[in-house]
């Protein structure tokens, strides 16, 4: 510890001064973390708050109060059975199971609608594990939607070219959500020989998701 975040040892019989100086050690080390009641400046950068509306710490910055993530918005969704298409070339939602330790994220109805209680910036990262029971060429779609509308430039497309053929797709993206928006991860196939394969735990290795979804915020 450097000496200007030491505390004053005391020096003396002079208490008065002593006093003084550990009053001003606390006044310059410690932050109390005063409630905000909505009419606080953030002129000064570094201001640390306590927003009692939205039960959340915030700071100052750049004249701005800004939340402070704490912990929530943290998932990990699956789904553990398999994945088929009644028809070709046709938008299906996938329906995952929210997994223990979620926070923050939940599912809402109909089950695919994926609801974030925060906004912020959220990291997704998405597989699915592709399979095909055709000699030909079979395609998947993937992509995301907020609120029902399709995100620009996310989907993804893979091809099998084989009976028995497996593929994982996967991607990693950075999605900006309002507080009670909902996301929803779509496919489809132009064939109904493609599907979305689970396999069960063997001897030697465990179960294998049919698709997976974690998602973790980032930014407030």
Same mark, same amino acid.
């Given at each position: 510890?450097?000496?200007? =975040?030491?505390?004053?040892?005391?020096?003396?019989?002079? !208490?008065?001064? !002593?006093?003084?100086?550990?009053?001003?050690?606390?006044?310059?080390?410690?932050?109390?973390?005063?409630?905000?009641?909505?009419?606080?400046? /953030?002129?000064?950068?570094?201001?640390?708050?306590?927003?009692?509306?939205?039960?959340?710490?915030?700071?100052?910055?750049?004249?701005? !109060?800004?939340?402070? %993530?704490?912990?929530?918005?943290?998932?990990?969704?699956?789904? #553990?059975?398999?994945?088929?298409?009644?028809?070709?070339?046709?938008?299906?939602?996938?329906? =995952?199971?929210?997994?223990?330790?979620?926070?923050? %994220?939940?599912?809402?109805?109909?089950?695919?609608?994926?609801?974030?209680?925060?906004?912020?910036?959220?990291?997704? +990262? @998405?597989?699915?594990?592709?399979?095909?029971?055709?000699?030909?060429? %079979? $395609? @998947?779609? @993937?992509?995301?939607?907020? $609120?029902? %509308?399709?995100?620009?430039? +996310?989907?993804?497309?893979?091809?099998?070219?084989? $009976?028995?053929?497996?593929?994982?797709?996967?991607?990693?993206?950075? @999605?900006?959500? $309002?507080?009670?928006?909902?996301?929803?991860?779509? !496919?489809?196939?132009?064939?109904?020989?493609?599907?979305?394969?689970?396999?069960?735990?063997?001897?030697?290795?465990?179960? #294998?998701? /049919? +698709?997976?979804?974690?998602?973790?915020?980032?930014?407030?």
């Amino acid at each position: 510890m450097t000496q200007q =975040y030491r505390a004053p040892e005391p020096n003396g019989d002079d !208490w008065k001064t !002593w006093g003084r100086r550990m009053m001003q050690y606390l006044g310059q080390t410690r932050i109390p973390l005063v409630q905000q009641t909505g009419d606080e400046s /953030a002129a000064d950068d570094g201001q640390l708050m306590w927003d009692r509306i939205n039960q959340w710490p915030v700071i100052s910055r750049n004249g701005v !109060w800004r939340q402070i %993530v704490i912990a929530n918005g943290v998932a990990h969704l699956e789904i #553990t059975t398999d994945q088929t298409a009644a028809a070709t070339n046709t938008a299906y939602p996938l329906t =995952y199971t929210i997994m223990a330790g979620s926070v923050g %994220v939940s599912l809402g109805t109909p089950d695919s609608r994926i609801i974030f209680a925060e906004g912020g910036s959220y990291t997704l +990262s @998405f597989t699915a594990q592709t399979s095909s029971t055709s000699g030909s060429t %079979v $395609n @998947f779609w @993937f992509w995301p939607r907020i $609120n029902g %509308v399709d995100i620009a430039d +996310s989907g993804m497309q893979n091809t099998l070219h084989q $009976n028995g053929a497996t593929m994982i797709v996967s991607r990693t993206q950075i @999605f900006n959500v $309002n507080a009670g928006d909902y996301l929803e991860a779509y !496919w489809a196939t132009d064939s109904t020989n493609g599907s979305l394969q689970h396999h069960a735990a063997n001897a030697f290795a465990p179960a #294998t998701p /049919a +698709s997976t979804l974690s998602i973790s915020r980032i930014n407030a």
